[in-house]
């Protein structure tokens, strides 16, 4: 995963774009939460170019929340199958995202990733 990982973390640097050719926050993401954050939609899907990495050793990755100062949640979730030793350290991963998220939304001002492990039998 850390090879598709950063390629696709490259590619997306290439064609950054302008302040304002994105849309905000705003435009993004959906319904307000009660701590003044918002549930994201459109913003999630620009963690697309990084699922199938994800994925492939054993995660989920979405965009949780935006909380009101812009800082986008990630929630990594850890299945049964997964490697953990292929996973990015966070303080990695977290710019990484940040960069992608954004594309889609220039005022995401950083990532906080959050980890959940699915339950063992």
Do not use: K, N
């Not at 640097?13 to 959906?30: H, K, R, W």
């Not at 963690?47 to 965009?63: I, S």
């Not at 990015?88 to 977290?94: A, G």
């Amino acid at each position: 995963m850390v090879t598709s990982t950063l390629r696709a973390a490259v590619d997306m640097t290439e064609d950054y774009p302008t302040p304002g050719a994105a849309s905000s926050i705003l435009s993004v993401v959906g319904s307000a939460t009660a701590d003044g954050g918002s549930m994201p939609h459109a913003l999630d899907s620009a963690l697309d170019p990084f699922r199938p990495g994800f994925e492939a050793d054993g995660f989920d990755v979405t965009v949780d929340t935006v909380q009101a100062d812009g800082t986008a949640v990630v929630r990594i979730r850890h299945r049964h199958d997964a490697c953990e030793e292929c996973l990015i350290p966070d303080d990695t991963l977290s710019g990484i995202l940040a960069t992608a998220l954004r594309r889609a939304a220039p005022d995401v001002t950083g990532v906080v990733i959050e980890h959940e492990h699915a339950a063992t039998s």
